[in-house]
């Protein structure tokens, strides 16, 4: 066999030697000046990903706490509103009803008071006619008789049976 | 978009006309004394560990290479320091040459008295050989890259990713996000150091042996054994020292199994132990290698034919090689990695 009776698998003592203090020193340099920089610079930067990602995540969770927060507000202030609204139509309702039937009451007291006054004044006025009337029929059946008439009882008394007799209803 | 196109395409052509370039050389050398090719020497030169970087060789037979630096220790001689082109064409050297011949071939070995190798005492051989150097490319490759990455990070900050971070931040992360945390969990962040480097590492190293020219590209360096088993056995020792109570009481008291059977089960799980790593490390070699090996045949078959005619065909294989060699440098890479977390991970899990 020529592979085993070369040096191909028979580790070289030189080669073994060379090899472990260049692959030692390789690995010593390497992971002095050369991994540990390279490893915590990636690693820094991972870091600092996740860390904004994470408050990225964290402000848009806030933001939506924020919304949520901003609907309760504005459907509250909504209902606020209305309730504000109702209680004012209410307010008005009750204080429009309450002017009218006041309005109305003081009408009816106006125009009873008003009834009132015209009935005396025509009670007045109707005495009043009977009064002149008395007079002046005295005053013409006096003219008429040529005599003057004492208005004594039995005169008015006669005088307000003719008075009676006519019809005041008529006129 | 189509200009990207064309150049990939020629960059791979590229990639495989220089294959063809640096072997085609040597081969002319043999052609002229109608030598007959041997693929497997040719493939097993390229892939086998040497103490020279061979670049070609002239039609005169000289040689281009580079020599590289020869660091050997004997009991005798003390340690040596020296270039290789010291040893080249069967040269002495301070007691020392490079065997061609034998069981010990392309071993450094001591001469003794008669001139001949001492069989006996070999020398230590720590040579920076090509295996070596294209590792230490790779690693001087990669300090530079994840160091100025470092430093953009450090300028940048936490601002978005600019330049070389925007193509390396996203495997960085498929690592720790994909690999890492998945598997370990969160205790994920003290391994992420080593799963890094072994994923660039492995990569790096897959990449460069892909390039086949110039040096320090194109060598097989995690097509190469005792690289694998440097690495497995970083992973068998990781996972053993973060071993938890439960992880041991797995291995020596496996829960649910009668005691009468634990003389058997507790060699088994420790078998299983070493057995982790153990596939590990032959997996990347034996991927690599392979990989190699087919793209090295492919280039063999022009010279198996001693055709020309034989080119569009190879270089359409060879480019197709390349797309899939490409793939199977990141995905041993990612499964070097994935592995690794994975036997972690059972050694630090908690008990469900």
Redesign the interface.
């Known amino acids: 066999m020529?592979l085993l009776?070369?040096?191909?698998?028979?580790?070289?003592?030189?080669?073994?030697?060379?090899?472990?203090l260049?692959?030692g020193?390789?690995?010593l340099?390497?992971?002095k000046?050369?991994?540990?920089?390279?490893?915590s610079?990636?690693k820094?930067?991972d870091e600092?990903i996740k860390g904004s990602l994470e408050s990225a995540a964290k402000a848009r969770e806030e933001m939506l706490k924020l919304q949520s927060d901003n609907e309760i507000i504005l459907r509250k202030a909504r209902e606020e509103r209305e309730n504000i609204l109702k209680e004012a139509r209410e307010v008005r309702d009750k204080l429009i009803s309450e002017a009218k039937g006041r309005a109305t009451e003081e009408a009816e007291k106006l125009i009873e008071k008003a009834r009132i006054g015209i009935e005396n004044e025509k009670l007045k006025a109707l005495s009043e006619i009977h009064e002149q009337v008395a007079t002046l029929s005295v005053d013409i059946a006096s003219k008429l008789l040529g005599k003057k008439l004492k208005p004594s009882g039995e005169q008015s008394k006669l005088i307000d049976n003719y008075l009676k007799e006519i019809d005041f209803k008529k006129n | 978009m189509k200009t990207k196109k064309l150049f990939g395409f020629f960059f791979f052509l590229l990639l495989a006309g220089s294959y063809i370039i640096t072997f085609g050389q040597e081969v002319e050398e043999k052609g002229a004394v109608k030598e007959k090719f041997k693929a497997?020497t040719y493939i097993?030169e390229h892939?086998?560990?040497s103490h020279e970087w061979h670049i070609l060789t002239k039609q005169n037979g000289e040689n281009v290479a580079i020599y590289l630096p020869v660091?050997v220790y004997s009991k005798e001689k003390g340690l040596k320091i020296f270039s290789s082109g010291r040893l080249a064409h069967g040269q002495q050297y301070k007691g020392f040459k490079l065997e061609e011949e034998g069981?010990l071939k392309?071993?450094i070995v001591v001469v003794n008295e008669a001139g001949l190798a001492d069989e006996e005492n070999l020398p230590?051989?720590?040579?920076?050989?090509k295996?070596?150097i294209g590792?230490?490319s790779a690693?001087i490759i990669?300090?530079i890259l994840?160091?100025s990455?470092?430093r953009s990070?450090?300028k940048?900050?936490?601002?978005h990713p600019k330049g070389i971070q925007r193509f390396l931040?996203p495997v960085?992360?498929f690592i720790?996000d994909d690999i890492a945390i998945p598997n370990i969990g969160h205790k994920y962040?003290k391994y992420?150091?080593?799963l890094?480097?072994a994923f660039f590492?492995i990569l790096i190293n897959n990449l460069m042996g892909l390039i086949p020219f110039p040096p320090p590209f194109g060598a097989n360096v995690t097509g190469?054994?005792?690289?694998t088993?440097?690495?497995a056995?970083?992973t068998f020792l990781i996972t053993q020292f973060s071993g938890n109570k439960s992880y041991w009481r797995h291995v020596f008291a496996t829960p649910g199994v009668p005691f009468w059977l634990l003389p058997i089960m507790i060699p088994v799980e420790i078998i299983g132990l070493f057995s982790k790593p153990f596939a590990l490390m032959i997996r990347l070699f034996a991927n690599m290698?392979a990989g190699h090996i087919v793209i090295l045949s492919l280039i063999c078959l022009i010279f198996i034919f001693d055709t020309l005619a034989l080119a569009p065909v190879s270089i359409f294989f060879v480019i197709f090689m390349d797309f899939m060699e490409l793939l199977v440098a990141f995905l041993q890479a990612y499964i070097f990695t994935l592995l690794s977390a994975l036997f972690i991970s059972l050694a630090v899990q908690e008990q469900h």
């Open positions: 020529i009776s070369s040096s191909l698998t028979t580790p070289a003592v030189g080669t073994l030697f060379w090899s472990a260049i692959f020193l390789f690995f340099i390497l992971t000046f050369a991994w540990k920089p390279i490893l610079a990636v820094a930067r600092m | 497997n097993l892939i086998a560990d660091i069981n392309g071993k230590l051989d720590l040579s920076m050989t295996t070596v590792l230490l690693a990669g300090l994840f160091l990455l470092a990070y450090k940048t900050g936490i601002s931040e960085i992360l720790r962040e992420m150091p080593y890094l480097t590492f190469n054994i005792a690289i088993f440097i690495l056995c970083c290698l």
